[in-house]
């Protein structure tokens, strides 16, 4: 069974701080994605990771990929309030990228506080 | 330009009543997908559709039915709700091995 985990579910940070989500997954995927969703709207796009050791940053997001390990993170740098969302990490399903399905993880619901 | 679009929005039916939810998109995107999203559950992918006439089975698709006589429209067939159908409904396109865009969802409530 194809499996994405990610941790926490839950996070909450104080302005300022440095935090990593963290995404394990059970496929032989070499491609991942990030996505953002805001309280009750529609789901974002921030990062598709295509190889071994990408890394890719916009902002203060900066995502990784260990296809070995089959971990992907999300490190955040000096949290802001702008940031608070639920964030979700997703790999390609069965069929492979050829079919285009994603499995996703359950999120992290990520909660900045002054 | 709208990108992806859900209609309708909002619902609330009765057990054992149908619908049809409509998803269009104006990206000329070759695949569409249907998912749920339900508390602590992330997101599940109910059918998919790699191109117009084509349909396939996700990971919870019992009780659903779609169809793609269009390449720009996606539809997604209840034909008896239950109460466990209650969820928010996204669908998402995509050309392939790129990123999906997702439309706004339909908050579907079924008593």
């Known amino acids: 069974e194809l499996k994405v985990e990610q941790n926490p579910l839950f996070l909450s940070m104080q302005e300022g701080k440095n935090y990593t989500i963290y995404c394990n997954y059970s496929?032989?995927?070499?491609?991942l994605y990030w996505y953002r969703q805001d309280p009750g709207k529609s789901l974002e796009s921030l990062f598709v990771?295509?190889?071994?050791?990408a890394v890719k940053q916009e902002g203060r997001l900066m995502a990784s990929l260990d296809t070995k390990a089959r971990l992907s993170t999300l490190h955040i740098t000096a949290a802001v309030h702008d940031l608070s969302a639920t964030y979700f990490c997703?790999?390609?399903?069965?069929?492979?990228?050829?079919?285009?399905?994603?499995?996703f993880g359950k999120g992290t619901k990520l909660s900045v506080k002054p | 330009n709208a990108g992806v679009t859900q209609t309708p929005k909002f619902r609330v039916l009765k057990t054992g009543q149908s619908m049809t939810l409509l998803c269009a998109q104006d990206m000329n995107h070759e695949y569409m997908y249907w998912y749920r999203q339900d508390p602590g559950m992330g997101l599940r992918l109910i059918h998919y559709?790699?191109?117009?006439?084509?349909?396939a089975k996700g990971e919870v698709p019992d009780g659903y039915n779609v169809s793609r006589l269009k390449k720009q429209n996606f539809l997604l067939g209840l034909e008896s709700a239950a109460p466990s159908q209650t969820s928010v409904y996204f669908c998402?396109?995509?050309?392939?091995?790129?990123?999906?865009?997702f439309g706004d969802g339909t908050r579907l409530s079924i008593l």
């Open positions: 559709s790699v191109g117009e006439g084509t349909t």
């Open positions: 990771l295509l190889s071994n050791g």
């Open positions: 997703a790999v390609d399903g069965v069929g492979g990228g050829s079919q285009g399905n994603l499995i």
């Open positions: 998402a396109t995509n050309f392939p091995y790129q990123p999906q865009h």
């Open positions: 496929t032989t995927s070499d491609r």
